[in-house]
């Protein structure tokens, strides 16, 4: 397996891109209300994205009808943007993948429309960003992919969540989908070896009630099998000689014309 080790110029466009995404977030959070369409923000994402001079990773990619992922409440991962309505309370998932100069980020974040329909989904969300910051606290030069699955795995376990096997984490670099493979369970010391300038997402799917998932008819929604709600967290991070790095920052300022006013 080959797992790129980046150079600095490449870290640099790896951080461009990986701004924006957070960025976009930050961006897309201020219209998260009742009665907007995913369709709605799907456009205002691909409109941001390009006015910032990158492109949409997940766009077209393997045929992909839309420029983000939202899914909602039992869906888990890979929701098309359509014409339904998102409503209060409901789990909303934007994963967003922007690429600056060829190289890309991704990034997912679940948020609560409005007022929560419970403490569960609640709890839901905190404890799956959670489990992503755990596997990330694993991450550090001469670490092993299976030390981040098994922090993930862990947090999961403690909190009774069923732990989506069948999606994972991935390289990231001038594709945004590379090796290796990082999965959301594992066993410490186990599975291949990251360094310092390799470039990973961590991305914990973690459901209310069954790990077990299926797709839909659209053929790529993908959905817990007994329709519990699912979160889904995703930061890609830079690996560093004692830690890492994240790219996909959630810290960023919006310039100032990107603010919505108020009404
Ligand atoms: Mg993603
Ligand atoms: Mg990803």
Avoid at 36 to 42: H, N, P, Q, R
Avoid at 170 to 184: E, L
Wanted: charged content about 30%; aromatic content about 6%.
């Amino acid at each position: 397996m080959n797992i790129i080790k980046r150079n600095e110029e490449e870290i640099n466009k790896l951080r461009e891109a990986g701004k924006l995404v957070g960025l976009t977030h930050k961006y897309l959070q201020q219209f998260i209300k009742p009665g907007i369409t995913t369709k709605e923000l799907d456009l205002l994402a691909k409109k941001f994205i390009e006015s910032k001079g990158c492109t949409c990773s997940f766009e077209g990619l393997y045929g992909f009808p839309g420029s983000i992922c939202i899914s909602i409440n039992d869906e888990v991962v890979h929701g098309i943007p359509s014409h339904r309505k998102i409503k209060e309370g409901d789990i909303l998932k934007l994963d967003i993948g922007a690429c600056f100069e060829g190289y890309h980020g991704d990034s997912a974040w679940s948020y609560i429309v409005g007022e929560p329909n419970n403490d569960k989904d609640v709890k839901l969300l905190k404890e799956t960003e959670e489990a992503l910051f755990a596997g990330l606290a694993a991450i550090h030069d001469g670490c092993y992919v299976g030390d981040i699955g098994h922090a993930v795995e862990k947090v999961a376990h403690k909190y009774n969540l069923g732990v989506v096997k069948e999606l994972v984490g991935h390289g990231v670099g001038d594709k945004v989908h590379m090796d290796p493979d990082v999965p959301n369970y594992g066993k410490e010391r186990k599975g291949p070896i990251l360094h310092t300038g390799n470039v990973i997402a961590v991305e914990p799917m973690l459901n209310l009630g069954t790990a077990n998932i299926y797709q839909l008819d659209d053929g790529w929604t993908i959905k817990t099998q007994d329709g519990k709600n699912s979160a889904h967290f995703e930061h890609t991070v830079l690996v560093t000689d004692d830690g890492y790095e994240i790219l996909t920052r959630r810290d960023v300022e919006l310039d100032p014309e990107d603010k919505i006013k108020e009404a």
